[in-house]
């Protein structure tokens, strides 16, 4: 329990233990989303409140939130996507945003290459097989294969690079596509999403959300990935336009997806749960002890470092460090 002078913040969600404890014991916290009235709870504390902890992607941190805190100094925010941030609001108001990059870095790449195995050679199909008795009346059907694959990411950040790196050790030729060539890797760069697709057989996106990425992959991007074509994304769902995915699965315009995210999570559509032939999974690419635990200690570590006065550990971009 945090002594009665000590800083005072919000929590706009539920946290890990692992992170929520620590939290408690460093600042006065104010559980946000337990109130009863929440724009009371915030007109009583809005002069005392200096940071934010932002936990998952549904608690939206935006201008209306700013408003009610005029003393605010900093949101730290739990993950590596912060698209539930307006962080560009906050840099205009000379607030920082901080994030949880790298600690979750191969943990994700594992997952995608998990995820990208799992589709092709469709295991959990595999599975339910064995479990529904049906190996007992002949051998599962042959599967497509990663063998000849070749491989366009889209979004070769940190995650994306993670992903590349495994695939080379896989054999897979890798291209990618962002809105700059990147000097440290020598894949060919796409400046044209749809060229790319038209010349790989397999898509994985690792692209943050937020407007300028919003719906890249649609229609015509999956047209040119082709019969043979395989979506894998484990950036967020806003990148792809769901409704045309469903219809490119739907019409055999591509072969196969392999999803860890989705456009209105934690609702998934129907249509992609009534289909066999795809791969669905519940937005868990970070999701170890391990790892959460990591981010979630970045998370408090931010905010402990800020009110220490040493400044932010991982400030994004859009932020500029100040001094207090
Ligand atoms: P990062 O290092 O910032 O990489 C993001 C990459 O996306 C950059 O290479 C960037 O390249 C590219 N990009 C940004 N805007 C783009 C645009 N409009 N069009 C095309 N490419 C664009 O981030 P990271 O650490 O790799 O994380 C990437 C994302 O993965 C996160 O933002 C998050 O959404 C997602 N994620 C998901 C999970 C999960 O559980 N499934 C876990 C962690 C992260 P350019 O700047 O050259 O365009
Ligand atoms: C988290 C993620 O599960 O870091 C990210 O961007 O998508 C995941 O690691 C998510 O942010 C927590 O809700």
Redesign the pocket.
């Given at each position: 329990m945090a002594s009665s002078n000590a800083p005072e913040i919000v929590m706009t969600g539920p946290l890990m233990a692992y992170a929520a404890d620590q939290l408690k014991e460093r600042f006065v916290v104010h559980e946000l989303w337990k109130a009863a009235d929440r724009d009371a709870l915030l007109r009583e504390i809005a002069d005392r409140v200096r940071g934010v902890a932002a936990g998952g992607g549904h608690n939206r941190v935006d201008a209306a939130l700013f408003d009610a805190l005029p003393k605010l100094e900093i949101v730290s925010s739990f993950?590596?996507?912060y698209?539930h941030v307006d962080a560009a609001e906050a840099g205009r108001r000379g607030l920082i945003v901080t994030n949880t990059?790298d600690v979750?870095?191969d943990e994700?790449a594992d997952l995608a290459i998990g995820l990208l195995l799992a589709t092709v050679r469709q295991l959990p199909q595999v599975d339910r097989y064995l479990r529904e008795g049906k190996w007992l009346k002949g051998a599962y059907p042959l599967t497509t294969s990663l063998r000849k694959r070749s491989v366009g990411i889209?979004?070769?950040?940190?995650?994306?690079k993670a992903v590349a790196h495994r695939l080379e050790a896989f054999g897979l030729p890798v291209a990618y596509?962002?809105?700059?060539r990147?000097a440290d890797v020598a894949y060919r760069y796409y400046p044209s999403l749809i060229d790319m697709a038209a010349d790989v057989d397999t898509l994985i996106s690792?692209?943050?959300?937020g407007a300028?990425?919003h719906h890249?992959i649609n229609a015509e991007v999956l047209k040119a990935l082709g019969p043979n074509g395989i979506l894998v994304n484990?950036?967020?769902g806003t990148v792809v336009d769901e409704a045309a995915l469903i219809k490119a699965l739907q019409d055999k315009t591509i072969l196969s997806a392999g999803l860890?995210?989705f456009e209105d999570e934690p609702r998934v559509p129907a249509d992609l749960i009534a289909m066999d032939h795809v791969v669905l999974l519940p937005?868990?690419?970070?999701?170890s002890v391990h790892t959460r635990e990591q981010m979630g200690q970045l998370l408090v570590d931010n905010l402990v470092s800020w009110f220490e006065g040493k400044g932010p550990k991982t400030p994004v971009p859009e932020t500029p460090v100040r001094d207090r």
């Open positions: 993950g590596v996507g698209d990059p979750l870095t994700v889209v979004g070769l950040g940190r995650i994306g596509h962002g809105r700059s990147q690792v692209a943050p959300g300028s990425t890249i484990v950036g967020r860890d995210v937005h868990v690419g970070s999701a």
